[in-house]
């Protein structure tokens, strides 16, 4: 595979602010592919993905207008782990195809982030095409408060969809660049450490 811009690999548990650092650094005129976009695209009425869906798990998770049924697939996924594995399955290698295919159409992005919520839970899948990995940390307590107050979800709820995001420390394990935004950070803080990895990147060759 031939590539021009460096790819970026960005990820983060739900709540740790790795949305509002791809929209900064799309800001700073950075293309930004969106792994949960491109699933959502590919689950819409008639997305790619439906033919596949509807085979592996019947028209329970199927909408009228032939869109996954994201509330009986949460349910379905929380009673049944298997669940979760069998979709991604169907999902992830669409996904990636897609990203890559996008990539390798940007000639003009220094660098492109691959924004990726679930990059270390498929690490293997993704590490041989990034050239970093940037995980947004912080930490879980944090992580809960946020997701209240941005969601209104229960505790209980918020703690059952950690429970099937990769860890803290594992995350951290395969980063080569953290930008932490837990306890004490203001935007500007995380902005500024955000800036000058964009910095770091834009310097770096692939």
């Known amino acids: 595979m031939s590539q021009t811009s460096l790819f970026i690999g960005l990820t983060g548990g739900i709540g740790s602010g790795k ?4 929209q900064y650094l799309a800001k700073q005129g950075i293309e930004v592919l969106d792994a949960d976009q491109i699933s959502r695209q590919l ?3 008639n997305g790619l993905a439906m033919d596949q869906i509807r085979e592996v798990f019947g028209d329970t998770v199927i909408t009228p207008e032939n869109a996954l049924d994201r509330d009986a697939m949460r349910t379905l996924v929380f009673s049944n782990p298997e669940v979760k594995q069998r979709l991604e399955q169907i999902i992830h290698p669409l996904v990636q195809q897609e990203m890559i295919s996008q990539a390798l159409r940007l000639h003009h992005s220094p660098y492109i982030i691959f924004d990726i919520p679930l990059l270390i839970e498929s690490i293997n899948r993704y590490r041989p095409l990034l050239n970093r990995i ?11 408060e946020r997701v209240k107050k941005r969601n209104g979800l229960s505790e209980q709820t918020i703690r059952q969809i950690l429970q099937t995001q990769a860890s803290r420390e594992t995350r951290l394990l395969y980063a080569d660049d953290v930008i932490y935004n837990g306890k004490g950070i203001s ?3 995380l902005q500024e450490q955000a800036y000058n990895f964009h910095i770091q990147w834009l310097n770096m060759k692939p």
């Not at 949305?19 to 791809?22: E, R």
């Not at 940037?134 to 992580?143: A, G, L």
């Open 19 to 22: 949305t509002t650092v791809s």
């Open 43 to 45: 689950t819409a009425p």
């Open 134 to 144: 940037c995980v947004v940390d912080c930490e879980t307590e944090v992580q809960i």
């Open 187 to 189: 935007l500007d803080k």
